[in-house]
């Protein structure tokens, strides 16, 4: 199984960006996906989790203004990113659980990251 996260790139203070990341592979279904964030000599940060049932769940410093959502049957997940700040400067990761075959646990997967640079 890989993840493909695109969407990344330089913007100012105050835009918008989009995210997307896209799941390939022996995938029988996908149990949830996340966004994490991370910048040089930090720890990496969650961001934001959908799950299969649509529950989704933010960290608090996105809350309000990002927004992730899901196509499982496409492999699919996006990360709507407003009113965009230099503090949300950082390498985007996606993330999942997903299952290989139906009826086994499922396992964890991390995309390779997208750049996500905010700065006028």
């Known amino acids: 199984v890989q993840l493909q996260a695109s969407g990344g790139g330089l913007v100012q203070p105050g835009d918008s960006l989009r995210l997307s990341c896209v799941a390939s592979?022996?995938?029988?279904?996908?149990?949830?996906m996340a966004w994490y964030r991370q910048v040089p000599g930090n720890q990496r940060e969650w961001v934001a989790t959908i799950t299969s049932t649509g529950i989704r769940r933010y960290g608090g410093s996105v809350q309000g203004r990002f927004t992730i959502t899901s196509d499982f049957a496409k492999k699919m997940v996006w990360l709507q990113m407003d009113n965009l700040s230099p503090e949300d400067t950082g390498v985007y990761y996606c993330?999942?659980?997903?299952?290989?075959?139906?009826?086994?646990?499922?396992?964890?997967?991390w995309g390779q990251g997208t750049q996500v640079t905010v700065s006028s």
């Open positions: 993330n999942g659980d997903i299952r290989s075959r139906a009826f086994t646990p499922t396992t964890n997967y």
């Open positions: 592979g022996r995938i029988s279904s996908i149990a949830n």
